[in-house]
């Protein structure tokens, strides 16, 4: 019988274990603002721990992990060494670049990074470990009762939505249509990224009134404020308005089951024969194998969420077939992010 030559390898337990050493240290870099210091120029280690106003000990350790992690450049050695952007730190986390996505980084390292520290308790209790643990308030009421706070989430959800959101308004025919609800619109940038693809298309973004001035700055600076409106109100107390597609960027799987199925089922309600509901999110693969962003997404909303969690394509189906539509598709948008689609 042949014997296999392969030896046991802690390599890749390790690396995952201890994820959380370069995960911080890019997060830090990120949160001190290293990538929108350096833009398009080089400059030694000196130079970045002056301008961050960093305590010089480690400040090697710090570059040259991101270095050799691909976050950033290096050409020489010690001292005398340049550190620059790569392509990719230099174009998505400058904050003067419009592709900036550092916003959901900046919310991940003040928020997620800590709580997801009791993962442990989530996973024996099924509660949530944010800021209801602590305050009692939900948290979207923590969120939402600090302006800065509620920036910062929506500015962060909107850099890490934008990649599939461009996907979304480039792949979806929307010949067919001519009004578009975004329930749940946070800023409006789904709904501005459309219009501006679409001249045809009139979107309006629906979501609390505390959203309305961050979705008008976003409508204004993507020039649609003609086609592009604001309706400032609750999804789960009152109708979602009228449309030929709703649409619902990561909603779904913030809330439970039973609320999952009663916003689906104010869709089919909102919308004309031949309308459609599209639900934008990270949707786990049917055999629950592949898409391993997903089901890590999915603990993310056990620990922000109470019940809320992410969900297979097979799922989809079920729900929105029970809700009365028709038919379903599916279209890849960015990474492992997707689109479900239910036809009325």
Not at 98 to 108: D, K, Q, R
Not at 178 to 207: E, I, N, Q, Y
Not at 305 to 328: C, H, I, R
Request: charged share 20%.
């Amino acid at each position: 019988m042949h014997q296999s030559n392969q030896q046991p390898d802690a390599s890749a337990i390790m690396q995952v274990a201890l994820g959380f050493w370069p995960s911080k240290t890019l997060l830090a870099a990120v949160k001190l603002e290293l990538f929108t210091f350096i833009n398009h120029q080089a400059f030694t280690a000196s130079q970045i721990q002056a301008a961050l106003d960093l305590d010089g000990s480690h400040i090697f350790d710090f570059l040259d992990a991101l270095s050799s992690m691909g976050f950033l450049e290096r050409k020489g050695e010690g001292k005398s060494a340049l550190y620059s952007n790569t392509m990719d730190t230099g174009f998505f986390l400058d904050k003067t670049k419009p592709a900036y996505i550092g916003g959901f980084l900046e919310m991940a390292n003040d928020r997620e990074y800590r709580f997801w520290a009791d993962l442990e308790e989530g996973l024996k209790t099924g509660k949530p470990q944010n800021e209801i643990k602590y305050t009692g308030k939900s948290s979207f009421e923590a969120i939402y009762e600090s302006p800065q706070r509620l920036k910062q989430f929506t500015d962060g959800m909107s850099g890490i939505q934008k990649g599939s959101f461009m996907a979304f308004a480039d792949k979806f025919d929307f010949t067919p249509y001519r009004r578009l609800v975004d329930a749940g619109g946070s800023g409006g940038l789904l709904s501005a990224l459309v219009a501006a693809k679409h001249p045809h298309m009139h979107c309006t973004t629906f979501d609390l009134p505390q959203l309305e001035v961050l979705a008008r700055e976003t409508i204004e600076q993507l020039n649609v404020s003609d086609r592009v409106a604001i309706h400032s109100g609750d999804f789960f107390n009152e109708p979602l308005p009228g449309a030929d597609i709703i649409t619902m960027g990561n909603i779904l799987h913030s809330f439970d089951l039973a609320s999952k199925k009663m916003l689906i089922q104010k869709a089919y309600q909102a919308l004309p024969e031949k309308g459609c509901l599209v639900v934008i999110e990270t949707i786990i693969d049917n055999e629950r194998r592949s898409n391993t962003f997903a089901m890590l997404m999915s603990l993310n909303m056990l620990i922000e969420s109470d019940g809320g969690f992410n969900y297979t394509l097979a799922d989809f189906e079920k729900w929105v077939k029970e809700a009365g539509f028709q038919a379903t598709s599916f279209l890849p948008l960015a990474g492992p992010i997707s689109a479900a689609i239910a036809y009325k």
